[in-house]
């Protein structure tokens, strides 16, 4: 007890010690302000000011370090999950299904500027055949996109076929190049469109289709956004191919041969005969020169046999309780037409639509949302063509003059995709906390995309014209808000408040926003960096190093081999421009 009380009183006599200190520090400190001087006071503030920078600055710099270590994890993940899909790809030659893989998560932010982290270079080839192939590139998941889109890029050789499927999500479809007929299933009816360069259309998921490249002599190139919200969970959209044999599987393949009989009134010898006569792929020559397959004679059948045909498949793992009224027709005969040649007789020449399905929206026919000396831009959404308004998707087209820029923007509606058509020019994306997230060249094929909300900015190097196609994630008419030029919100929100905000007179504020009298698309002396040009020049010397020319390419039969990896994706590996 005696112990307790000493160990007591110790402590009471230490607390009273150190408040004794605390109350004279204070007082010391209190006549020392008094005594001091205002300069003497001013001094020491800036002291203390400036520790609390650097103590900010050496956290932000620790952050960055640490952001810098994640992209580098997330480098070397997107390397490891690149060697995992060329496996992917290989089981899928050899028959296997390939496993299901989460989609990848987005950048961070934090890393520095000018490592192109917004240029989507995550590609795969999906489909590679002699008459065509087709190659995704994905987009970003995770919180920073609400909705994110896959971009896919499809190219057709001259009378070509891409086989009746149907996919597990929607396709935006733009005719960069060629002329094409496609074919759906529309409220139960065949519907066939023509189109053309520049035409967009929209294939909803579920809904069976099958593409035609109707030029004799010129290939067929088409951007689509591809929207996995409906999709099944796969690493990229899962095709159902209706039709097909030992290449590609069709999806009938998986039903009993008892079954199929049944469905397709047929024996089974016939039916086996039927399932294993394709084997040229997805994509297959339309013409009995390349390829003499039931596909081919399938384009050369009236439509209305066409309907029968696909729906008859649609329906051919369901067994019919009761038998039709009127004689059924059997799959063997439906067969038996689609391999003649000749077009039935009554069948109305040129004509180049059938069925009830919207008609195709035409960005090239259209007057541009904006024009001035500089370049247009054209903006597409749910109020000029309805079809956009079911996938919520907005598209555009810009076209910017050498060396000009589209002015700081910010998109508050939408997350925004693009692919470079033509040229070169600078894509400029800055982070909430105001630092560089981006600054990087780009080039023809290359894809990019822009976070919604984060400011960014286009620029044509002073080469040529810069030209570049895209998706927006909302179907909602897009009202961006430009930051600077003559319609910008700091001219329209002009006052004492925003001088204020950048320590300026109002006079000088004026000054300085009124300086600008285009709007949108701007005048950019400045375009054309050492580094872009030393960019352009890199291209130039790569183009001439090509061992064969435009000309020699063209007689070369088939898709030119590509490589297996590149850090871009350039014309030749994606789009094929020639």
């Not at 002015?407 to 470079?420: I, K, L, R």
Request: hydrophobic share 30%; with cysteine.
């Amino acid at each position: 007890m005696g112990r307790l009380k000493g160990v007591l009183l110790v402590a009471l006599v230490v607390c009273y010690a150190m408040q004794v200190v605390v109350s004279q520090s204070y007082e010391e400190r209190r006549r020392e302000r008094e005594l001091m001087s205002p300069e003497e006071e001013e001094r020491r503030a800036k002291e203390e000011d400036w520790r609390r920078r650097e103590k900010t600055a050496e956290e932000e710099r620790r952050h960055r370090r640490s952001w810098e270590e994640e992209e580098e994890e997330e480098e070397e993940r997107g390397r490891r999950k690149w060697d995992e899909d060329e496996e992917e790809q290989e089981e899928e030659e050899r028959g296997r299904q390939p496993r299901p893989k989460p989609r990848p998560e987005p950048y961070r932010p934090g890393g520095r500027g000018g490592e192109g982290m917004f240029v989507l270079r995550d590609s795969k080839k999906v489909i590679s055949t002699q008459a065509g192939e087709m190659r995704v590139v994905r987009g970003y998941g995770g919180k920073i996109v609400e909705n994110p889109l896959d971009i896919g890029f499809i190219t057709m050789e001259p009378r070509s076929l891409f086989v009746p499927q149907y996919l597990d999500s929607s396709l935006i479809i733009f005719l960069r190049r060629g002329e094409a007929k496609l074919g759906f299933i529309y409220d139960d009816e065949l519907s066939e469109r023509q189109l053309k360069m520049g035409d967009v259309y929209r294939i909803p998921a579920g809904s069976t289709f099958y593409i035609v490249n109707t030029g004799e002599t010129q290939r067929l190139h088409i951007i689509c956004s591809i929207d996995p919200s409906e999709g099944l969970g796969f690493s990229t959209f899962q095709s159902f191919f209706i039709g097909g044999g030992t290449n590609p599987v069709s999806v009938l393949a998986g039903f009993d041969p008892e079954t199929l009989s049944t469905a397709f009134n047929v024996s089974i010898g016939e039916l086996r005969g039927f399932m294993t006569g394709q084997d040229a792929g997805p994509i297959i020559f339309a013409d009995t020169t390349h390829s003499p397959s039931l596909w081919a004679n399938f384009l050369k059948v009236k439509g209305e046999e066409r309907l029968e045909r696909l729906k008859t498949v649609a329906e051919s793992g369901e067994q019919k309780e009761e038998e039709e009224e009127e004689p059924r027709k059997s799959w063997w005969n439906i067969f038996d037409s689609l391999i003649g040649s000749e077009n039935k007789k009554g069948e109305k020449k040129g004509d180049t639509r059938t069925g009830s399905s919207p008609d195709s929206y035409n960005l090239l026919d259209r007057e541009p949302s904006y024009r001035n000396n500089y370049g247009w831009s054209i903006a597409v959404d749910k109020h000029e063509y309805k079809p956009l308004k079911k996938s919520g998707i907005g598209v555009y087209l810009v076209n910017l003059t050498a060396g000009s820029m589209m002015a700081p923007h910010v998109n508050p509606m939408a997350t925004e995709y693009g692919v470079v058509l033509s040229g070169v020019g600078t894509i400029q994306v800055v982070y909430p906390n105001g630092t560089s997230a981006m600054n990087t060249n780009v080039k023809e094929g290359d894809v990019f995309w822009i976070p919604r909300y984060f400011p960014f900015c286009q620029i044509a190097s002073r080469s040529g014209s810069f030209e570049f196609f895209g998706f927006t994630t909302s179907a909602h008419r897009n009202r961006p808000q430009f930051l600077v030029g003559a319609s910008s919100i700091l001219r329209s929100m002009r006052g004492p408040e925003f001088a204020t905000a950048f320590g300026l007179t109002e006079d000088r504020y004026n000054e300085i926003v009124d300086a600008q009298r285009e709007a949108l698309i701007l005048p950019s002396p400045s375009a054309a960096s050492g580094d872009t040009r030393e960019f352009e020049e890199k291209e130039q010397s790569s183009q001439e190093k090509k061992p064969e020319s435009k000309e020699q390419e063209k007689e070369k039969p088939g898709i030119e081999k590509v490589p297996k990896f590149m850090r871009t994706l350039g014309p030749e590996m994606i789009m094929g421009f020639e």
